[in-house]
């Protein structure tokens, strides 16, 4: 008995042995290599087996602390599709001579080779760096011989000597995680506040451990006439406390994205590290960003941002010239805004700080973001006007929910009356008072007053943008449908196709706008108001299609909306716990005319409805009928909120199903017998 429970015992560990997953670098396993789907999500493309981080920090001498980070990423390819993932992009930060580094990437693709594990190293070819901009490089590696089935391994490390940079541990991608671990180690010296986002519940396990530093000294002595030279180290041990944070989840889900979000990673489940204050032996504690006054006394106090709105010397002729005939202050303001929108262009750089400064873009014509906002402050300032910098965080660069001086990468102009904020932004010349660019609609920015205190505006505009297509439409007998397009646009929906306009030559512009409605062909365009962006933005033009329409037997089958119709539902996750960000408020209306054909009349038409979502977020008119020549059509979308929380995300794809239905029906004509 006793000899069959040891059996027992050694067969059990065994199983064990051959279930347990091994994760140490390059022990990929066949059943790894085999499996063609994540039994959890069967839609994912790939998913990451195993996810590894650890952050911590070394003592160099002459140098301090710096900061750590190791990377271990096993990552299984099951299709075409997530042969992105076979790429990793590391964005590497550097300021003056103080630049982060990346060491010791070693990266490998396995397959299975007549059931063999075959590896294939990354080289040098694979590798890539590039400058994105004066602070941050990237480096980006392509993995080789990618193959469905395969997986993809890497490690690296970043050494990094700036410690207030602790990147987020991002616990949730946009593939799932079988097996996630992360480390974050911080030295007694070092207080970090954490700050978590995203549905996904985490907990860190906290424990310490000590570590030490050994200091050298070296002392000499004698050397003259009547001694002898001595040289001696004494060796001085430090030892301090280290807190450690342990983070351990399996089977993590995949973030799926979807239409109107402002940006994703709002929702993605991550922590991140903020440094609080640091508090060295015999120094006094040193504050940090931990609130926001902090934050915007820190920005405020920098020499790029509060020391640039003082500088008037600069501007002070040009502009008095430009202001001698005004009287009235708005009249003052139109003038200066679009003074500087002509006179700076934007070179493409977000910043909150400026870079060269506001008199060298002056000079020079050309500046960041912060240059030219700054710069209208403060002109509008000289001119008597009551302005402000007002700091936001672009869609791209998330919501800053922590104060955190990371947490606003932009800032734009803001006009304070009695009742009334207007915010302005000169980067682009297509822009109007209270009609910022679409990157820059993002919640909520932060106001600073000349006094220091800060203020909450909302960035979202209050008045709809409005695009007002007119159609007239000819069914010609040979299949081919021909008419004319009269489209009006205002506020955003003007800013939106002004940029389209212009970021390319006619031609190309043109050729995208058939391809998006599916091959047409365009003539005899045009446009009016296309500078002037406190006009709407008019365009005409002809256009003619086929395969429009069906003809079965002696009857036509036509959708009235022909290639403007919603063709699918845009919201396709059974459940979202994000809200929908539809940008601002807008309305679409169309208003078509359908020439019925000699010889033929209408047998069937959809019937007109209305849909609402409650509270009238959003509201859907469709109204048809017809005369014995002609069908007329007016649609009407309206999305009255900018934001739609998650809590009607059911109903709105509910309505967004009745929309779609509605829009595919198709209107019937029968020949008239002779």
């Not at 996810?51 to 070394?58: D, I, L």
């Not at 985490?202 to 050994?214: D, E, L, M, Y």
């Not at 820190?298 to 010397?313: E, R, V, W």
């Amino acid at each position: 008995k006793k000899m069959n429970k040891i059996l027992a015992i050694v067969t059990i560990c065994i199983c064990m042995n051959l279930n347990s997953q091994d994760y140490r670098f390059g022990k990929v396993s066949k059943e790894e290599l085999t499996e063609s789907f994540n039994p959890s999500d069967s839609s994912a493309s790939a998913t990451y087996l195993f996810k590894n981080r650890r952050t911590y920090f070394v003592y160099a001498k002459g140098d301090g602390f710096v900061l750590k980070t190791e990377i271990h990423e096993r990552v299984k390819i099951y299709s075409q599709e997530g042969f992105e993932f076979a790429t990793k992009k590391i964005r590497l930060y550097n300021q003056g001579s103080s630049r982060e580094k990346l060491v010791g990437l070693k990266a490998f693709t396995y397959t299975l080779q007549d059931g063999k594990v075959e590896d294939t190293k990354l080289r040098n070819d694979g590798i890539f760096e590039n400058q994105v901009s004066d602070y941050w490089s990237e480096t980006t590696f392509t993995m080789p011989n990618v193959t469905p089935g395969c997986i993809v391994e890497y490690k690296y490390e970043v050494s990094s000597p700036f410690i207030m940079n602790v990147d987020e541990f991002v616990f949730q991608t946009a593939i799932p995680i079988k097996k996630l671990e992360a480390t974050f180690e911080s030295p007694e010296y070092f207080n970090y506040k954490l700050n978590t986002k995203g549905f996904l519940q985490v907990a860190p396990t906290k424990s310490s451990k000590r570590g030490s530093i050994t200091l050298s000294n070296k002392n000499e002595s004698g050397g003259g006439f009547s001694s002898a030279y001595s040289r001696t180290v004494d060796y001085s041990k430090i030892d301090y406390n280290i807190e450690v944070f342990d983070y351990k989840l399996d089977n993590i889900p995949a973030l799926v994205d979807e239409p109107f979000v402002n940006n994703i990673n709002n929702y993605r489940s991550a922590v991140k590290y903020e440094l609080s204050y640091t508090k060295f032996p015999n120094s006094a504690l040193e504050y940090y960003s931990t609130s926001w006054e902090d934050v915007v006394k820190t920005i405020y106090s920098n020499d790029a941002f509060g020391n640039q709105l003082d500088k008037q010397g600069y501007f002070k002729k040009d502009l008095d010239a430009l202001l001698q005939t005004y009287s009235d202050p708005n009249q003052k303001a139109a003038a200066i805004f679009n003074f500087v929108k002509k006179q700076v262009k934007w070179n493409g750089y977000y910043g909150k700080y400026t870079q060269g400064g506001v008199r060298k873009a002056y000079k020079e014509r050309v500046g960041n973001v912060a240059e030219i906002n700054l710069m209208l402050t403060s002109m509008l300032r000289y001119a008597g006007i009551n302005a402000n910098p007002v700091l936001v965080s672009t869609r791209s660069n998330g919501i800053p929910l922590f104060p955190t001086r990371e947490g606003y990468n932009y800032v734009i102009s803001a006009i304070e009356l009695e009742n009334q904020v207007i915010l302005l932004d000169a980067t682009s010349i297509y822009t109007s008072p209270n009609v910022l660019p679409f990157r820059a609609l993002n919640w909520e920015g932060r106001i600073i007053r000349e006094h220091g205190s800060s203020a909450l505006v909302d960035l979202y505009p209050k008045i709809k943008a409005k695009s007002t297509k007119y159609l007239s439409l000819n069914i010609e007998p040979d299949g081919v449908i021909s008419g004319k397009v009269r489209v009006i646009r205002t506020n955003h929906e003007a800013v939106g196709a002004r940029v389209d306009l212009f970021s390319e030559d006619r031609d190309t512009y043109l050729e995208k706008l058939e391809n998006k409605f599916g091959g047409i062909e365009i003539s005899e365009f045009g446009t009016k108001h296309e500078q002037n962006a406190t006009k709407p933005l008019v365009s005409n033009y002809d256009f003619s299609a086929d395969s429009q329409y069906e003809i079965i037997g002696e009857k036509i089958y036509i959708k009235p909306m022909l290639f403007f119709a919603e063709n699918k539902n845009p919201f396709r996750l059974k459940n979202r716990e994000f809200p929908v960000d539809f940008g601002y408020p807008h309305e679409s209306k169309y208003q078509i005319s359908i020439n019925i054909p000699e010889g033929y009349k209408v047998e069937s038409l959809p019937e007109s409805i209305a849909l609402s979502l409650e509270g009238n977020l959003a509201i859907f008119k469709f109204v048809i009928k017809h005369t014995e020549s002609i069908v007329q059509l007016v649609v009407d979308y309206e999305v009255n909120t900018p934001i739609v929380p998650s809590a009607y995300y059911g109903n709105l794809k509910s309505y967004y199903d009745q929309l779609v239905k509605k829009e595919t029906e198709k209107i019937v004509l029968s020949k008239v017998e002779p």
